[in-house]
T-cell receptor
């Protein structure tokens, strides 16, 4: 049973460029969340996708956008990269449900983005 | 602004000792609480979840929740060098669907042989 896979694992971009990160959720999961983790900090929620729509969004500028495909995979796009966007980007998949319970996030291994 | 605060590290304990990690949260509407372990350069790994007041034990790990005090803790008994990692406290709202997690900044634990 494949877990969450992210690509690429490492990426170096120049300030002002655009980047696309990819995520395939764990088999059976239908919800994908993206987190940004700066060095020495906890992950910060960027947004969550369910049924191909953005369901929740954290406090990130519009330069951060995403997409979810019919097969539940997802992309994170960041435009006009800043030096401060350098971080580990984590994808987490989960199963959405209608009951009051938590089904657990499975994190991918992340994409390390360096902006120079 | 929902906040999750963790006791500042780094925390060092000798092998075999009990490591105690603490976390407070600001949002009284929080209903789900988690501890993640993150090794250097790796992604977070869920080790404990707790939803009700009291203690929850899983092997060498015990999570404790006090919603009135907005406090959650993690005890690691018989600490091993392999437990050396950053421990992240995370909090989620109640809700019908999987919700976003708000993380603390983590406590770095070192278990000395």
């Amino acid at each position: 049973d494949a877990g969450v896979t992210q690509s690429p694992t490492h990426l170096i971009k120049t300030r002002g460029q655009q980047v696309t990160l990819r995520c395939s959720p764990k088999s059976g999961h239908d919800t994908v969340s993206w987190y940004q983790q700066a060095l020495g900090q906890g992950p910060q929620f960027i947004f969550q996708y369910y049924e191909e729509e953005e369901r929740q969004r954290g406090n990130f500028p519009d330069r951060f956008s995403g997409h979810q495909f019919p097969n539940y995979s997802s992309e994170l796009n960041v435009n006009a990269l800043l030096l401060g966007d350098s971080a580990l980007y984590l994808c987490a998949s989960s199963l959405s449900a209608g009951t009051l319970s938590y089904y657990g996030y499975t994190f991918g291994s992340g994409t390390r983005l360096t902006v120079v | 602004q929902k906040e999750v605060e963790q006791n500042s590290g780094p925390l060092s304990v000798p092998e075999g000792a009990i490591a105690s990690l603490n976390c407070t949260y600001s949002d009284r509407g929080s209903q789900s609480f988690f501890w993640y372990r993150q090794y250097s350069g790796k992604s977070p790994e869920l080790i404990m979840s707790i939803y009700s007041n009291g203690d929850k034990e899983d092997g060498r790990f015990t999570a404790q929740l006090n919603k009135a005090s907005q406090y959650v803790s993690l005890l690691i008994r018989d600490s091993q060098p392999s437990d050396s990692a950053t421990y992240l406290c995370a909090v989620s709202e109640a809700g019908g669907s999987a919700r976003q997690l708000t993380f603390g900044s983590g406590t770095q634990l070192t278990v000395l042989p």
